[in-house]
């Protein structure tokens, strides 16, 4: 039987009784066979010669193209994998299966050059995954020929190396060459190269190349002590296509020459006491320096030649790069010198060579017995603590700047003082109204209202809040005009209405007005003019208006106007004075 032919088999069985005779009964059914697969088949390609293409610029992992292969077995039985068995692409290309189709997938493993070899030919094998030896033969494997050409590509520009090493004295000149990079085309064409510089890797400019033949120059003078290294990029651009262009970095070191002098390592503060011994060292002093020799610093000290002269001090070279300072006398006064100055030359060991003169301050002091320092001149101890010109003036100015604010803010403070003569629109004196409009006269009632003093019920919560005055309240309250004196006999007496409700209203409104002008120690120096508009009915004044006045010309008494105060005093002299006095 061969599953690959047919796969599914229908028996139909019967069953007879009787021994099969004639009249025995029978029974049939039906049984499905299927028939289970074998490893009996080799997979085999579709083809025999299959034709891929690659651009050269392809990098590795990149897939090139697909095989197939079939299998008439199924399931485990049809799986495959495939290998590249001969062939001069077996290092550049690779081949994997899929899992899901069992395609085989060619795939880039390392990089390619069309200038270089422009195809490849390489043979495939295939075979299953799960071998049965019952039938393994020779023709259990197939093989394929895959060609695969490769694609001309525009690349940009190769440089030789992946990156340039240079090395220059720190002291050559400008416009000297420090070095050169070399690029090409890569393609067919070879397209001239222009180079340049990335200015974001050289932002002080000190070095330009020759756009032609990559030759790197100065610009601006170097310094090794300053920088060391400097790091560039350089960039290689075709000519006939802009756009391709290579970056490669080029790490430029100084060399070092000898052009820094020596000094001393640090400030040092020497003493000397007063009592000493001839010889005795005071002071080891070492030096430093910027260059970096290839041996190794070598230092050399010794006494300046304008110090050698009645010198107080010696200066003794220790061959390790430091030295001693040495006494020459056995005592010294802080009265008559209480600071020297020691002079030492350091002088380095290289070439060129290089010396500098370094000024050791040397402070006579007074010392116990075991030479330690108990006290020196006041001079040399407070000078170093000294505060220098910048910084007094620096103060001067603060100083000044906090002067000027105070003045400022006091002048700001005494115009704050001064206030106006009338704070606000709320004046301590009752106001003056003028009105334009002529009245009709005493019968005409309609100029004016005065219903809010003839109904005081009503006007009481707009009296209150219409005061004028709110900051001095009255304490004590005026006296009430006295009662009018008895007439002499024969005369005819207006009788006095008995409204003493409304009279108390205004007279406690103008007695209030009056007492806050009189009592108020604010008040400015000048009269002040209160008009009032009402015409009381109980006055003791009476009313003025003719219309209620009697008909009679019975002469009346006003001598009660002088106990009035001075306020009636003009009105008393007017209605007391006799008819005669205006004869």
Known sequence: MDREQREHYQVVIEAKDMAGQRGGLTGTTVVNITLTDVNDNPPRFTQSIYQFSVPESSKSGTPVGKIEATDKDIGKNAEMFFTIVSGDGMDIFDISTDKDTQHGIITVSKPLDYERKRSYTVEIQVQNTQLDARFLTAGS??????????????????????????????????????????????????????????????????????AGNGSVFLLKSLDREESAWHNISV???????????????????????????????????????????????IQTVSAVDADEPSAGH???????PEGTYRSNFTVRDNGDNTAGILTRRGSYSRLHQSVYLVPVVITDGDYPMQSSTGTLTVRVCTCDHDGNMELCNAEALTSSAGLSTGALIAILLCAIILLMIVVLFTALKRQRKQEPLIISKEDVRDNVVSYNDEG?????????????LRHPDAAATLEESAKQRRDIIPT?????????????????????????????????????????????????PYDSLATYAYEGMGSVAESLSSLGSASSETEQDYQYLSDWGPRFRKLADLYGAEDSDFC
């Not at 009709?440 to 809010?452: K, L, M, N, V, Y």
Request: aromatic share 8%.
């Open 298 to 304: 070598k230092f050399f000290f010794s006494l300046a």
């Open 235 to 281: 960039t290689a651009t075709e000519f006939n296509n802009p756009r391709q262009i290579s970056h490669i970095p080029v790490y430029i070191r100084l060399l070092d020459i000898n052009d820094n002098a020596p000094t001393f390592a640090t400030v040092y503060e020497s003493f000397v006491c007063e009592r000493t011994k001839v010889g005795e060292r």
């Open 440 to 452: 009709g006269g005493e019968e005409d009632t309609q100029a004016f209202d005065i219903g809010a």
């Open 141 to 210: 494997k197939d093989v394929a020929t895959v060609r695969i050409g490769v694609e001309d590509v525009d690349e940009p520009p190769l440089f030789d190396k992946a990156s340039y090493l240079m090395e220059v004295k720190e002291d050559v000149a400008v416009g000297a060459a420090v070095g050169s990079v070399s690029a090409s085309d890569p393609d067919a064409a070879r397209s001239p190269v222009r180079y340049s510089i990335d200015r974001r890797t050289d932002m002080d400019r000190l070095f330009n190349i020759h």
């Open 476 to 524: 004590d309250t005026l006296l009430y005009p006295p009662l009018r004196r008895a007439a002499p006999s024969g005369l005819i007496v207006p009788q006095v209405s008995m409204a003493s409700r409304d009279n108390a209203d205004v007279r406690e409104f103008i007695n209030q007005r009056v007492l806050e002008n009189d009592c108020n120690p604010t008040a400015p």
